[in-house]
């Protein structure tokens, strides 16, 4: 029930740079039923275009309404009525032990709209990346590369952060799971 409350509000986020083969891959959530989708800075960083694909398969091209490379979170705006948006809760009302999913597009297209479940790790984790400091929730729900940008929820399928990175990110990870931030 939770899956099929939350998926609708879960997008695929692509970034393209020009003169690169690369192509960025990540999550997204619906922020409006117009359109303001949430996203990760670091997935659309340096792309000249991002398109949003939703669960129904449909693709926009996406404008970038807003960036903040410290946080780590980006707006987009898409020209579409209709979307679900996200509910959000008070994260600051988290506890360790609580229980809570991830849903996203881990490693390529091919999974998109996997959900993983876990519980609050830690709360308030200073963690620093990229010269950054930043305050996370840390998870044990597998969040993988293409995770990022989607919502780490709660058991009522309320948004509680955005997923952003793993592990290995910030530090060696050889031989560690389980340490995911959002």
Do not use: A, K, R
């Given at each position: 029930e939770l899956y099929q409350k939350c998926i609708p509000s879960v997008v695929s986020i692509e970034g393209t740079a020009s003169g690169k083969q690369?192509?960025?891959?990540?999550?997204?959530?619906?922020?409006?039923?117009?359109?303001?989708?949430?996203?990760?800075t670091h997935i659309i960083k340096d792309c000249d275009k991002a398109t949003v694909t939703t669960q129904d398969g449909t693709e926009y091209s996406a404008a970038l309404i807003g960036a903040d490379s410290i946080s780590d979170i980006s707006v987009l705006k898409i020209e579409a009525d209709g979307l679900t948006p996200a509910s959000f809760a008070d994260s600051s009302q988290l506890q360790v032990g609580s229980d809570c999913v991830a849903i996203g597009n881990p490693v390529s297209r091919k999974l998109t709209g996997t959900m993983t479940n876990g519980i609050i790790s830690a709360i308030d984790r200073n963690i620093t990346s990229n010269g950054h400091s930043m305050t996370l929730i840390q998870t044990n729900a597998a969040i993988n590369e293409g995770n990022s940008g989607g919502p780490l929820l709660n058991c009522y399928g309320q948004v509680i952060g955005i997923n952003t990175m793993k592990i290995g990110d910030f530090m060696s990870s050889a031989g560690v799971e389980g340490l995911g931030f959002a």
């Open positions: 690369n192509i960025f891959f990540g999550t997204g959530i619906v922020l409006s039923s117009d359109g303001l989708i949430v996203t990760n």
